[in-house]
């Protein structure tokens, strides 16, 4: 195990009416004057949006509101947001929505002490200063309830990056797994193949010895794997809802790469992919991470492709290892399958003409690809190849 500093401040408020602690845990952060960020209407419509508003009257906390962010959130949105922030005078940013409100308000929180563009934030800027903010999260998938994590799009650079830092964890989430109650079947199995996949980059790992970690990780797969299908055939079965909730929260905020190395390579390749056709994040990561999963089988020194096949995708054991792993890597294809994920990025409207693209736009490391894989660009070209 190598050596690490776990630190995570985020509180969590978990379960059915948590909401009625909102106005209290804004005050404990010392904001009065909140941006509200949204998607679409459809937390106007829902209701969600005006108990917010009133909760946030109650407490005589001020607000402006901001909607309108999309799915896979652009750089016009978190340049918009600053605007608001700066000519209001706010002090706080309340995120209601999915992963994709969050983070385009944690650039905000950031962008807000830099200056020029907040574009450079995703080129290497680095965060010094940033707004509190926090979140009343309505999807599992992304984490981005606990982590520093931001990942947005810019359309005139026809890129899609990622920036992280502390400075930008949500100081309080909110997580009441009624909120995700609504939440369309495909996009629930997409955020189930998202969790899974912050699971797989983070057990797979060029690092030994991190049984502990390794085991909690695959508890997180084996609930998803469990919950996934219950809550795609009923969208308001609430101990589903709230498994993947938890699962989507505890995959990515830190506690299952501690002492280890992650690869993220796999991540990189479906950024590439959503900058160039807008594909469901957790949709594009079911295709690509079994093929991935074929490319580096054989980089794997710890039997962690053994053991998952066996502890968690239930492969009978057998001397032939390999076999075993590969009977594994297809029980996870299946598995993304059955819940309605597709099987191939062609199905998305990808095809062969885009693979230049897509090679060049997910080569964004200084030198190979993903600590654990290692993948030069002939490698990251063979698993798109297999994907499209
Ligand atoms: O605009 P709204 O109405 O919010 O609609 C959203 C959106 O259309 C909808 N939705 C959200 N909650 C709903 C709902 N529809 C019905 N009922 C509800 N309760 O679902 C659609 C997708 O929302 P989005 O926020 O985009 O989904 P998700 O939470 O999966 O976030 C995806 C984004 O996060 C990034 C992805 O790349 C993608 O841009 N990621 C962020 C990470 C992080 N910050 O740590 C890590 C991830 O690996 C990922 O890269
Ligand atoms: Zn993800």
Not at 145 to 150: F, H, L, P, S, Y
Not at 155 to 183: A, H, Q, W
Not at 192 to 204: G, L, N
Not at 322 to 335: D, H, L, N, S
């Amino acid at each position: 195990m190598e050596n690490f500093i776990f630190f995570n401040d985020t509180t969590i408020l978990f379960g059915k009416g948590q909401i009625k602690n909102l106005g209290n845990e804004i005050s404990k952060q010392q904001g009065s004057r909140v941006l509200l960020t949204y998607g679409s209407d459809r937390v106007k419509k829902n209701g969600l949006l005006t108990e917010v508003e009133s909760l946030l009257k109650e407490a005589g906390l001020e607000f402006i509101e901001y909607g309108g962010i999309v799915a896979n959130p652009r750089i016009s949105s978190v340049r918009e947001g600053i605007e608001l922030i700066r000519k209001h005078n706010l002090d706080f940013i309340l995120a209601v929505g999915g992963g994709s409100v969050l983070d385009a308000s944690k650039a905000m929180a950031a962008g807000f002490y830099i200056e020029g563009d907040p574009w450079q934030l995703f080129k290497g800027t680095e965060v010094k200063k940033a707004l509190p903010l926090a979140s009343v999260l309505t999807l599992a998938a992304t984490g981005s309830e606990m982590n520093g994590n931001a990942v947005v799009s810019n359309p005139e650079t026809g890129e899609k990056l990622g920036m992280g830092s502390s400075l930008v964890r949500p100081r309080f989430s909110i997580l009441d797994p009624e909120y995700t109650f609504s939440v369309p079947a495909y996009q629930t199995a997409a955020g189930a193949a998202d969790i899974m996949s912050h699971v797989f980059e983070q057990y797979f790992s060029p690092s030994a010895h991190t049984e502990l970690q390794d085991r909690i990780s695959e508890a997180i797969i084996l609930t998803v794997k469990e919950w996934a299908p219950v809550a795609v055939e009923d969208g308001t079965n609430y101990e589903a809802r709230a498994n993947l909730l938890w699962a989507s929260t505890l995959a990515l905020n830190g506690l299952i790469s501690t002492g280890k190395r992650g690869d993220w390579a796999t991540h990189s390749m479906e950024h590439a992919v959503s900058a160039v056709n807008d594909m469901t994040h957790g949709a594009g990561l079911a295709v690509l991470f079994p093929n991935w999963m074929m490319e580096v089988l054989d980089k794997d020194q710890n039997d962690r492709f053994y053991n998952m096949a066996v502890r968690v995708w239930d492969v009978e054991l057998h001397e032939d290892k390999k076999a075993v792993a590969i009977e594994g890597i297809k029980r996870i294809r299946e598995f993304f399958n059955s819940l309605g994920l597709p099987a191939k990025l062609s199905e998305n409207g990808i095809d062969e003409k885009d693979l230049p693209t897509l090679v060049e736009k997910s080569m964004t490391w200084n030198g190979p690809l993903g600590s654990f894989g290692q993948l030069d660009e002939d490698q990251v070209k063979r698993i798109f190849t297999a994907s499209i």
